[in-house]
């Protein structure tokens, strides 16, 4: 089980994902079928394409964070005229969020909603704030958002390679893949479920034996 609100303040992120080998094989698919080196040579080629992608996209972005986190920001300042605010000076307000009042320090970037400091992004409440301030709300973003951290996770590259059997081997003898030695029965394609996730198919059937309500027996035999 998992509760956002446990989660380590320095991720900067609240997305979770249980299970990230499916995720893994959806984006392999049929790759993961084939020998280890053709395999191993396709991922690749996909990587290297893919880190090339994203840096050049990265290179055009026109704000000071990625495209997705300014939607997102852009999405919580409309949300923010909803609340009410009441400056205390220095940068810390009282902001009154429908039935419920939050404690902002613009300067410390912490609200009492604590989502602030979990995902790294303003909360509603500190939008409304700095909104308030009439400041620039990417300001308030942590650099993890910026697109200079985009483009350096994405600058290095992968070279490109020769053809496997082009490849110059230095003199070194080629080495043969062991015998394949085919088992009985066959190949395994489905996912091995853990002992809790039950058998595929079954887990939304109710197990549960129902019993007629006592008021219902009473107006049956009645
Ligand atoms: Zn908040």
Redesign the pocket.
Known sequence: MWARHIIDSRCKSDHITNNVTESFNHWVGDDRKKPIMVMVESLTCRIMGRLQRRFEKGSRFEFATTPRIRKIVDMTMQDAKLCKVIDAGDDEFQVRDGFTT?A?NLRTRS???N??SLCGLS????CACISYKRYNVERFCDFYYSNEIYCKIYQEMIHPMPELNERDRDGYPIVDPPKLKSLPGRPRTARRRAANEGRAGYAARRKKVLHCEVWYLQIVWT
């Open positions: 939050f902002v609200c009492g909603c989502y602030w909360c509603t409440h500190a």
